[in-house]
């Protein structure tokens, strides 16, 4: 818990706090009038695309005029937290981009939130899927454990999500298996679908194990795995694996949660089901069965359930809406879906994609929107089964050394762009199909996002967006979209600072990265992401807090202790001596940087072992260089 000024602490504030107090805990309205609003936007025009995710004039809130339709955003009413939005790094996609004389490039317009998208979450197939270059698990030999190896990995998936993670420290990676190993199944197939051995359940939890630790020794942690990628395919082209609700309820709660728990890997996610909306003749009912299996033995182990778009009628993302309504403290994500060139209308194809693999599925509690494929070739490969003529969010052609952004990057990148993980989905008016469609979100430094899509395919539509009782209009050309962000409460626009430690060269970064309250900082291996920026913004007296570029939140010492020791952690700004910092300049560009309400530094515990992760906490000042840091300017 975090300190939080009283009525007679605020009276001891002098004049100069007092007014900062006011500014920042100032209402909506104040906030939002003379706000300036970024605006991205794409049109159509015919079947294609025109504008592509231009930057337009900004917007500005001010008082209410006119009589076009109303927009309400609306902060009292919300939803659930959004992790992000992102797409399938398969044994393609990754072959193709890392390969690409224009790879850094496509990184940078897939995870770059300044320059690119903002792409923050990479679903990534566990061995082979249908679009790979071969068939290959991660131990193909009979009957243990002791072959396993990432090594087909490392020449080319893993240095992909290592840079991602560097251009976007917010990306988290969502892992799945298409297969278990032919020798773990009862067909001893990778094709074909067939069934886990149940004698090898405990192997099989092992090899989940195997490859986390194997993944972290590269420096690419796994956020969540779902335990098995469309169990109800037993596609013989390609790697596919069936199984049942009680037989996912069993190996998750018995051995997969247990296995993970015990190697340390207690705060990875498991999801059940992964497939499509709808199974057979109605809506899936599998991921129903796992949790109410055995007295719902799968509860405790998993987090929630995956959705695809296939095989299901129109509007079939109301599913979600039932799971969620049965087990109210569960996960939604959706996690799979593709387009391709049968489809070739990209004006059609952005407006369905945002229709219906971005709004349903958001507006139907998920906390995530994955497309399939991020690269495939001109071919629509490489492949070694499964659908011959999809499309990927880039078609990369490493023939002639180019590459081509398709609608579906346009599609996803109109929410990855504005909505940060750790959002929230809030309150928004939406006028349905053939008319302006949203979705609002604010996101965790306080900002807010609105995207709007004129579904009507032959009339520009004029609207107002009010908030906070201001009022921006714009006026949407058909069958396109905009997207709108306004800044929060007092968000700093910098000059931003990596805090690099004297001792060790590493720099002062978010844990996770997460942006709730309480999350603890420790030391990591410098980087360009936003976990690791930071603007001091004055309170006075020489003080400042220290505000965060990913969360907008600020360095805090918990509980405002004095002690030597005390967590430092992230916080959202109350005011508090314990947020507010002097820097004094030490020798060599460094300083130390005093507590106000304990006199004690920012130190880095344990900082002379220069791994990455040693925790932030204050000590005496011991004139070590633990104690020190040097302020690094970042764009």
């Given at each position: 818990m975090s300190f939080v000024p009283s009525r007679a602490w605020l009276s001891r504030?002098?004049?100069?706090?007092?007014i900062l107090a006011a500014a920042t805990f100032a209402s909506p309205a104040a906030l939002a009038a003379n706000e300036s609003v970024k605006v991205w936007l794409t049109t159509t025009s015919g079947s294609t695309l025109a504008k592509k995710l231009n930057a337009e004039a900004n917007k500005t809130f001010g008082a209410e005029s006119g009589t076009a339709t109303a927009i309400d955003v609306n902060d009292a009413t919300t939803y659930q937290t959004i992790d992000g939005f992102g797409g399938a790094l398969t044994d393609a996609s990754a072959w193709l981009i890392y390969n690409s004389p224009q790879r850094t490039a496509i990184m940078n317009d897939l995870f770059s939130v300044g320059a690119g998208a903002g792409y923050s979450v990479i679903r990534l197939p566990m061995g082979a899927s249908d679009f790979s270059r071969n068939n290959y698990t991660y131990d193909d030999t009979c009957c243990d454990l002791n072959d396993f190896s990432v090594g087909h990995d490392t020449a080319y998936i893993l240095p992909l999500l290592q840079q991602a993670r560097s251009i976007n420290p917010e990306v988290k990676i969502f892992a799945v298996p298409w297969s278990a190993p032919a020798w773990m199944k009862f067909n001893n197939s990778l094709t074909g679908g067939g069934y886990l051995r149940n004698d090898l359940y405990g192997t099989y939890a092992s090899y989940f194990v195997r490859f986390l630790q194997a993944y972290n020794t590269h420096g690419v942690p796994i956020h969540a795995f779902s335990t098995q990628n469309e169990p109800h395919n037993a596609n013989g082209s390609y790697p596919t694996m069936q199984m049942e609700?009680?037989?996912?309820?069993?190996?998750?709660?018995?051995?997969?949660?247990?296995?993970?728990?015990?190697?340390?890997?207690?705060?990875?996610?498991?999801?059940?089901?992964?497939?499509?909306?709808?199974?057979?003749?109605?809506?899936?009912?599998?991921?129903?069965?796992?949790?109410?299996?055995?007295?719902?033995?799968?509860?405790?182990?998993?987090?929630?359930?995956?959705?695809?778009?296939?095989?299901?009628?129109?509007?079939?993302?109301?599913?979600?809406?039932?799971?969620?309504?049965?087990?109210?403290?569960?996960?939604?994500?959706f996690t799979e879906c593709t387009g391709g060139f049968w489809a070739t209308n990209a004006a059609a194809n952005l407006e369905w994609a945002l229709q219906n693999n971005l709004f349903g599925p958001l507006r139907n509690w998920s906390r995530t929107s994955l497309y399939w494929n991020i690269a495939l070739d001109p071919n629509h490969g490489p492949r070694v089964g499964g659908c011959a003529d999809c499309r990927g969010m880039f078609t990369v052609n490493n023939g002639n050394g180019t590459f081509t952004r398709n609608e579906e990057y346009y599609a996803w990148a109109h929410l990855a762009k504005v909505v940060r993980p750790g959002a929230v989905r809030v309150g928004a008016t939406s006028l349905g199909n053939n008319n302006i469609e949203t979705l609002a979100f604010r996101?965790?430094?306080?900002?807010?996002?609105?995207?709007?899509?004129?579904?009507?395919?032959?009339?520009?539509?004029?609207?107002?967006?009010?908030?906070?009782?201001?009022?921006?209009?714009?006026?949407?050309p058909p069958r396109s979209v905009a997207s709108f962000q306004w800044g929060g409460a007092a968000a700093p626009q910098g000059p931003w600072y990596r805090l690099v430690n004297k001792a060790t060269g590493k720099c002062v970064d978010i844990v996770g990265p997460s942006a709730a309250d309480?999350?603890?900082?420790?030391?990591?291996?410098?980087?360009?992401?936003?976990?690791?920026?930071?603007?001091?913004?004055?309170?006075?007296?020489?003080?400042?807090?220290?505000?965060?570029?990913?969360?907008?939140?600020?360095?805090d010492v918990d509980a405002a202790s004095a002690a030597d020791g005390a967590r430092v952690q992230e916080w959202s700004w109350a005011g508090g001596l314990n947020q507010q910092f002097k820097p004094v300049a030490t020798t060599g560009g460094f300083s130390r940087f005093e507590a106000r309400h304990s006199g004690k530094v920012l130190d880095v515990a344990n900082c002379w072992n220069t791994g990455d992760g040693a925790g932030l906490q204050q000590w005496v000042w011991a004139n070590n260089d633990c104690q020190q840091f040097r302020l690094e300017a970042m764009p």
């Open positions: 504030i002098p004049l100069s706090g007092l609700s009680n037989d996912q309820s069993i190996f998750t709660a018995q051995h997969l949660r247990p296995a993970l728990n015990a190697a340390g890997f207690s705060g990875v996610k498991l999801l059940a089901w992964d497939h499509n909306w709808h199974d057979g003749s109605g809506p899936a009912g599998f991921p129903h069965e796992v949790m109410a299996y055995n007295g719902g033995q799968a509860q405790a182990a998993v987090a929630g359930a995956a959705y695809h778009c296939y095989e299901s009628p129109e509007g079939s993302y109301t599913v979600q809406t039932d799971f969620r309504n049965a087990y109210p403290n569960k996960e939604v994500h996101n965790p430094d306080g900002s807010h996002a609105l995207v709007a899509l004129n579904s009507n395919d032959g009339a520009t539509l004029s609207f107002k967006v009010r908030w906070a009782g201001q009022a921006f209009e714009y006026s949407l309480g999350t603890g900082l420790h030391q990591w291996t410098c980087h360009t992401g936003a976990s690791q920026q930071w603007s001091l913004v004055a309170t006075d007296s020489g003080y400042s807090r220290l505000v965060s570029r990913y969360s907008g939140k600020v360095v």
